[in-house]
Every structure is written in structure tokens, then in C-alpha cells.
């Protein structure tokens, strides 16, 4: 090592407080952090505090004089890393500042636009949301189920369908949208669920309401008929004397309620005639002397 | 490799009045966890900036300060840089 009095540029006469002086304006200039660019100014620092280390303690100062030590004695143990080693390197550290450039990114230049990624991918921040569709049918949206959606990453993500949801109806995944950076945590997914129209059902709140042709002889003599319910079909009985427009209600077979339950479905019946005109309904008709005197369209 | 606050204490050498006061200057940005706070090397390496900052260099509170929150915005526009380069295209070296 050099001589500490010429590493500090100061004359072996030099006061306590001008050695000081000469160090802490040398420092300034060459410590490695204030110089996160320069390579060389670590080995330059190095000798300039080590010289300080000797020289800015008294006694090692004396001892150094006289000759008791000599100028390796004072060489300080290779320091491991700078602050400069790890605010530099590391890109999601809670010192990150990007306040020094914030305005270059404010433009829609490429080079506002690389900014800002690179300033994205810097800060600690939650991860965006990610926004999905999924269209489901409608027998899945009273009955639940679980949908493997592929994300565009080629990732799936299995969605939980909760039974009862109705079509716009959002389900929120936690943690499951984007990454997030640093301390951030991810975001969340975000999946709007479109309920596929089914001609044969259509919901009011809880109720679903279905039109279920009958036939003739289904509606005046009654009979057990098969019904489609969201959950499958099931057997209903017709009473007698049903007509076009009697409501059935079969129980607990709408969809879920939030608070437990379920709503009811009722059934719409719808008297349909044979499609082809049928003789012996005829030759029945014309005989059946009340119903020519039954005008619905007259009241009572 | 996080440490805990002890663990902090014993690496980087400070006193625990010191530590407090730095964390609630701002100078010190560990993270806080449910089970207290957590440092990294990089908490290490910052307070013993500080201390030479303090000690050696002699600048005062203020001084601390700004040159903390300019050495950030520097390192902000370094790394800034950096990814510019590599946007850009540039081998690494």
C-alpha cells in the first residue's frame, strides 16, 4: 500500500481535522456509492479509507509515525458488496424510485413506451386482474359445475361455477390473474359468465317457468306427464281438466336461492291438437253437442 | 433470504434505538409481516451506507436524506437504462 499521508494528499504536518477534510472530500468523489457507475472507484475507495482508517485515528496516527506499523496493518478486510451491488441489480427492492425519470414516460414515443415497461416490472405492484368469458348452459348454471377455462398462456384454470348464478354474473378467483411484482401478489381473475339461452326455460328470480304441451286427452282426462326440469326431467301429474295456460308448480325445482332452498318451476301447459286433422276427432267433435255452445271468446 | 429483526441487529451492527429511528425516518423500508419486520441484504448494505454516510462523510439528517432519495432515483434510472439496453437489443456484457 501506498503511503497514507500521499493517498490522502495531505503533508505528514496535517491536523487532525484537515486529514479528515482531505478524506471525506476524496470520499465523496470515489465511494463506490456514490459512483454506481464508475467499476474503479471501489479500488480507489478502498486505499483512500484505509489510509483514513490509519490516519484518522490518533493513536494508529502516532504509531504509524513512529514506524510501530506500517501502512498494510491498517488494510481493512476486502468489503463484501455496496449498497450500489444490490439497488442496482435487483429490480424489486422497496427503495425502487422511478421519480427521476416519471416524466420521460408521460409520451407515446417508443421510448416512453420502453419506460414504462421496464418501470412495470420494477415497482412493487399487485398484479392486474385478468378479465375471462365463459359461456355456460343453462342446465350448469342451476345446477353448478366446474369449467376448465384455457388461458393465453396455455395455463387452464378450473372456475367453480356456484348453482343458481344467472347470466353477467362475475366470479372473482383469487390470486389467479397476473403475477404481481415484488411484494405485490398476484391479482385476481375475473370471469364473466354468460348463460346460454335454453328455449325451453326461461328464469324470473328463482322461478323457472317452462310451456309444456299437453295433449287433448292429457288435459281433459289428466295423466302423468314427463317434464324437463334444469336438473333433468321428472314425472308430473296433469289433473283433469287442465287447460292451455293452467300453471303447475313443481317445488324446489327452480334454481337455488342464496339463503338455502330453491325456487319452484312451474309449468305452463299448452293443449296441442294432433297436426294432422284426425277423422275420428272430428266425427267425435261434431257430435259433442256442448262444445258447439261454448264460446271462449264471450266472458263467463 | 429474509432476517428477522434481531438477525438484522447482529449483521448490520446497529444499535436498536438507531434502527428504529432510521425505520422511522424512512432511510430503512423493511417489510412488514404479520410475525414483524423483515430485512434483506439490501437493508444491510443501505444502513451501512448510512453509517458511513453519517460517520465518515459527516452529512447531517437532511443531507442523509437527500442523498438516500437521489441515490434511489439514480439507481431507478440506471436500472431504467439497463432495460432500455436490453429492449433495445444490445448483447449484455
Known sequence: ?300 | MAMTREEFLKSSGLKVKVLDVWIEQEWLLPERTPSGLRFREIDVARARLIGELQSRIGANEAGIDVILHLMDQLHGMRRALAELRREMGEPKR
Open chain 1, 1 to 300: 500500500m501506498q503511503n497514507p499521508y500521499e493517498v490522502l494528499g495531505v503533508p505528514s504536518s496535517a491536523t487532525a481535522a484537515e486529514i479528515q477534510s482531505a478524506y471525506r472530500k476524496l470520499a465523496k468523489k470515489l465511494h463506490p456509492d456514490l459512483n454506481p457507475g464508475d467499476k474503479a472507484a471501489e479500488e480507489k475507495f478502498k486505499e483512500v479509507a484505509a489510509a483514513y482508517d490509519l490516519l484518522g485515528d490518533a493513536d494508529k496516527r502516532k504509531r504509524f509515525d513512529a514506524g510501530e506499523i506500517d501502512a498494510s496493518g491498517a488494510e481493512r478486510p476486502p468489503r463484501q458488496s455496496y449498497y450500489r451491488d444490490y439497488a442496482g441489480a435487483q429490480a424489486d427492492h422497496s427503495y425502487a424510485d422511478a421519480s427521476g425519470y416519471a416524466d420521460f414516460m408521460d409520451g407515446d414515443d417508443i421510448f416512453a413506451d420502453l419506460l414504462r415497461r421496464s418501470q412495470k416490472a420494477r415497482t412493487n405492484r399487485r398484479g392486474e386482474d385478468m378479465h375471462y368469458r365463459l359461456e355456460i348452459s343453462f342446465a350448469d348454471s342451476i345446477a353448478g359445475a366446474t369449467r376448465r377455462i384455457t388461458l393465453p398462456d396455455g395455463g387452464t384454470l378450473d372456475v367453480k361455477i356456484p348453482p343458481g348464478l344467472v347470466s353477467g354474473q362475475t366470479i372473482r378467483l383469487k390470486g389467479k390473474g397476473a403475477p404481481g411484482f415484488g411484494t405485490g401478489g398476484p391479482g385476481d381473475a375475473l370471469i364473466e359468465v354468460d348463460v346460454l339461452h335454453d328455449p325451453r326455460f326461461t328464469r324470473e328470480g328463482d322461478d323457472i317457468t317452462i310451456e309444456l304441451p299437453v295433449s287433448l286427452s292429457e288435459a281433459v282426462l289428466g295423466g302423468r306427464v314427463r317434464v324437463p326440469t334444469a336438473t333433468g326431467a321428472v314425472t308430473m301429474a296433469v289433473p283433469k281438466g287442465s287447460n292451455t295456460g293452467t300453471t303447475l308448480r313443481l317445488k324446489g325445482k327452480g334454481a337455488p336461492k342464496r339463503g338455502g332452498g330453491s325456487g319452484d318451476q312451474l309449468v305452463k301447459l299448452k293443449v296441442v291438437l294432433p297436426g294432422k286433422p284426425d277423422p275420428d276427432l272430428e266425427a267425435f267433435v261434431s257430435g259433442w253437442e256442448k262444445g258447439k255452445s261454448f264460446n271462449p271468446r264471450e266472458e263467463g
